[in-house]
């Protein structure tokens, strides 16, 4: 198994076929912001493969500083699943990004069938070599749990530069509209709101 980064048009044809499949229209950005951060060298959107089979993907979104990104969608094709897949993604992500962030939505107010899933996907992330970090965070009215696997000690460093990922792309104004990062303690999360489009340059930076 190997993963491969995939272009501009292969991006599109996984986006409808396997994104919007997997994550719910609130957790999903447009397509749109993906292939802006494409197009800047700031998205590494990559499949999992096994002799020319689509097995898994991983949408990366990069940090300025090579070496620092943050796992932005992780998706196991559903045959291929509880065969140790997502594990091996995971695996091959930490020798291409040795500081590595991952946000997994928190716990609580859901269903009890979506809160078991979200305990699930928390401990499948602790399980390989992630650990929760002492902050949240909240994204266009999403609550998360912040996750990092790699060799820094210093939750707030960590922070800084998660944060700094945001802030590359949006402007004050979108990061003080939209992106709660760190959340502070008792703050209210926001209302859930749709991503900002990218010709709305007062949240968007060119």
Not at 43 to 61: C, I, N, S
Request: charged share 30%.
């Amino acid at each position: 198994m190997e993963l491969r980064l995939i272009d501009r048009a292969e991006l599109a044809a996984l986006y409808e076929s396997d994104l919007a499949r997997d994550f719910p229209p609130e957790e999903l950005k447009p397509l749109s912001a993906m292939e802006t951060l494409l197009a800047r060298g700031r998205y590494d959107p990559l499949v999992m493969e096994d002799g020319g089979k689509r097995l898994g993907y991983a949408m990366v979104w990069t940090h300025r500083e090579k070496g620092k990104a943050l796992l932005d969608y992780l998706g196991v094709s559903p045959a291929a699943r509880n065969g140790g897949v997502g594990a091996e993604i995971l695996t091959q992500l930490a020798r291409r990004y040795p500081h590595l962030c991952g946000e997994a939505e928190a716990p609580g107010g859901a269903s009890p069938a979506e809160e078991e899933l979200r305990r699930r996907r928390i401990g499948f992330y602790r399980r390989n070599g992630f650990r929760l970090l002492n902050y949240e965070c909240a994204l266009f009215g999403v609550h998360f749990n912040c996750l990092y696997r790699g060799a820094e000690e210093d939750d707030g460093a960590v922070c800084a530069w998660h944060r700094q990922i945001y802030a590359d792309y949006f402007t004050p104004a979108g990061m003080e509209a939209f992106i709660q990062l760190p959340l502070g303690e008792g703050e209210a999360v926001r209302p859930v709101m749709e991503w900002i489009r990218e010709e709305d340059h007062e949240y968007i930076s060119l």
